[in-house]
């Protein structure tokens, strides 16, 4: 069993963070998304992995990824799902493999979709229940066989979304071989299962335990960073002066925790600063950053992001790298910020 990370896409909803890096490299509860889709196909047994990355994405990818044993497949220009399979078919050559979108988040890993691959089966799709499916592929099941497929359906048939992880029998290149265009210009995933319906092929449908999140958007960041510091188990080894910390909270090595207070779940990054500052619940503060005299909870502070001298609490904030926030007289009122990195606001 082989695994496909994919990681070549622009992530356009997630700008202007993404304009100067991938989607799978924003950390989030203090590592890069794309370190938790490695740790969870290693964590199953899979131990050939591919990434699928784009002359856009492959220098920041390899930077998140180094020391992980995974291979990278150039894909020239982002034309869908299905399309960045046909590009690694030199590297998946006649193996099974889990297709695992690199931007996607799974509480409970993914060995039961492994595990629910069996002889006689061709693919295994997630599948999580959604509120509003018509932003997703959506299935039909008939028992826990899929038997229909619809990629973003104005009506859908069922409240099924596919989630971010697929199981394919090598069978699948074939169909993927013979796909056209979708009506939005891509090779559509969900066209190459339909495709092995069709042909009567089995796919069956598991539905994920645990949460499922898909980082797409701002909020979904945000999101993710809660749920992942929920399971946070403190530890700390960095230097912490005259500082109070409560709850499950992370000090790496290096960071500096001076006469402040942490409330966890937090994660303080490694070689922070943090000084006579207040970090709240559902914080990360990413490596290098800096927090001093000022107030900061339920926000992602990327690398060496500066919050300085804000007599403001923010709150649901989003700082990309280096991104700076500085402040000469404080305001009585919180401010929610996203900002791409290198950004700079000041506020008076």
Known sequence: MKGLILAAGRGTRLRPLTHTRPKPAIRVAGRPIIHYAVENLLEAGVREIGVVVSPETERDLKVALEGYPVRYVLQEEPQGLAHAVDVARDFLGESPFVLYLGDNLFQKGIRRFLEAFKPGVSAVIALVRVEDPRQFGVAVLEGNRVVRLLEKPKDPPSDLAVAGVYVFSPEVLEVVRGLKPSARGEYEITDAIQGLIDRGKTVVGVEVEGWWKDTGRHQDLLDANRLLLEE??????????????????????????VRSTVIGPAHIGA??????????PFTSVGPRARVVRSEVEYSLLEEE???????????????????????????????????GDLSQVELA
Request: glycine share 10%; with cysteine; charged share 30%.
């Open 232 to 257: 946070l188990t403190p530890k700390v080894e960095g230097d912490v002066v005259e500082s109070q910390l409560t709850g499950r909270v992370v000090v790496e090595k290096g960071a500096k925790v």
């Open 271 to 280: 070689g922070a600063v943090v000084e006579e500052a207040f970090v709240g």
């Open 305 to 339: 992001a500066v919050v300085e001298e804000v007599r403001l609490r923010l709150q649901e904030c989003i700082l990309g790298v280096r991104a700076e926030v500085k402040s000469r007289d404080g305001l009585p009122r919180a401010h929610r910020l996203i900002l």
